[in-house]
């Protein structure tokens, strides 16, 4: 909405609270209320305010309230870390504090299939992409409003492969949530794009003849920033080192991007927004443990901080996540354990113990309203 809304919102507040006037909801308009007030309330309580009356169940019921919602509260301070165990699932704030442990609220798995054989993939915008480890199927999934959806289709799309396989999820222009699939098989490569708006795979046309594209490359899975899909490329086995590939969103094509030089081949990287720009966290193993941040400035990158020296096994086999916008960050390894690294502190006391997850799979998410079915709302 628009500046002067906003102002005159806040006028009528003032005139009310000084006895000068008095303001009810329907003196604001719907406009106002919807899109100045109401947009700006956590997912929870978007929930609660529907049961106010028909008018705002209908009008906070839309796609297009979900999508703006999601922009504006898609922000750091309202992550969660989701663990999955038995048939529940254990949901943490990350609001990390020396007080003690954190809270956790539980929520069923909606869907039939092994709790052991979940795996979340990725995160986008508060929906995760899950595969079955038994079946290999893949599903799109709203923790929140417990929507989902399974997107393997009957001809063999979709079907995940752990350890050979890459995924990523992204929103194009016209608001049409998409998933791509990064299929390797026996040194070959596909490439297909699932689109919510109208529930069909369609393929890419990849370049296969590259000699980057061949031997055993490990893949990560895609970050979405600023139209374009990053994944990091391990080619070590083949004497390439890490190389970074962008996925433009909306020519559909890949783009071999810039990567930082080091002088040894002994390093990984995880990719990660901070504040809407690609940032990467570069861990190298040797000659000692130690982890820089770089930003994504052009087509080049720039370091911004290094952490203090890091004793394994921290930072051995862990993603590092970005969770809060005040210098905080969150190191979750793959056994459980996390632990927050706070840039504002020296040494060893940058280090926070913040919980143990047990083990459980799990993955970091915004609560949203965003559904995995694109005519949902």
């Not at 102002?7 to 609270?17: A, I, P």
């Not at 106002?32 to 705002?56: D, F, M, N, Q, T």
């Not at 000659?287 to 994504?296: C, I, K, Q």
């Not at 060893?348 to 965003?370: N, R």
Request: with cysteine.
């Amino acid at each position: 909405m628009s500046t002067n809304n906003l102002q005159s919102c806040k006028r009528k507040m003032f005139l009310h609270g000084h006895g000068r006037q008095s303001t009810s909801i329907d003196d604001l308009g719907l406009d106002i209320l919807v899109y100045e007030i109401l947009i700006r309330l956590p997912a929870k309580g978007v929930g609660r305010s529907k049961c106010v009356c028909k008018e705002w169940l209908s009008l906070l019921s839309t796609r297009h309230f979900a999508m703006m919602h999601c922009r504006h509260i898609s922000t750091s301070y309202n992550q969660k870390f989701i663990a999955i165990g038995s048939r529940l699932c254990s949901v943490f704030p990350l609001s990390c504090e020396d007080s003690g442990p954190l809270l956790n609220s539980r929520i069923l798995l909606p869907f039939e299939a092994p709790w052991n054989k979940v795996n979340i993939l990725t995160s986008f915008e508060g929906l995760l992409c899950v595969c079955f480890r038994n079946t290999g199927k893949l599903v799109i999934w709203n923790p929140l409003t417990r929507a989902f959806k399974e997107v393997s289709s009957s001809n063999s799309r979709g079907l995940y492969k752990p350890k050979s396989d890459a995924i990523g999820l992204y929103v194009d222009k016209t608001d049409d949530y998409k998933l791509l699939h990064i299929k390797r098989r026996r040194g070959r490569m596909w490439v297909h794009v699932y689109s919510s708006m109208f529930d069909s795979w369609h393929k890419i046309t990849f370049a296969n003849k590259l000699r980057c594209w061949r031997g055993k490359p490990i893949w990560s899975n895609g970050t979405f920033c600023k139209g374009v899909l990053y994944f990091l490329v391990n080619c070590f086995i083949e004497n390439k080192g890490v190389m970074l590939f962008g996925f433009d969103v909306e020519s559909e094509r890949f783009r071999l991007k810039t990567f930082p030089r080091f002088p040894h081949a002994y390093y990984d990287g995880n990719l990660v927004v901070v504040h809407k720009e690609l940032h990467m966290f570069v861990t190298h193993v040797l000659p000692n443990w130690t982890v820089d941040l770089w930003g994504m400035e052009g087509e080049s990158w720039v370091k911004l901080w290094v952490f203090p020296r890091i004793q394994p096994p921290i930072i051995l086999s862990c993603s590092i996540t970005h969770i809060t916008s005040t210098g905080r960050f969150l190191v979750v390894s793959n056994d459980g354990i996390a632990n927050e690294i706070d840039t504002t502190k020296k040494g060893d006391d940058c280090f926070l113990h913040v919980v143990w997850f047990h083990g459980l799979q799990g993955a970091i998410y915004t609560e949203t309203l965003s559904s995995p079915d694109f005519y949902f709302h």
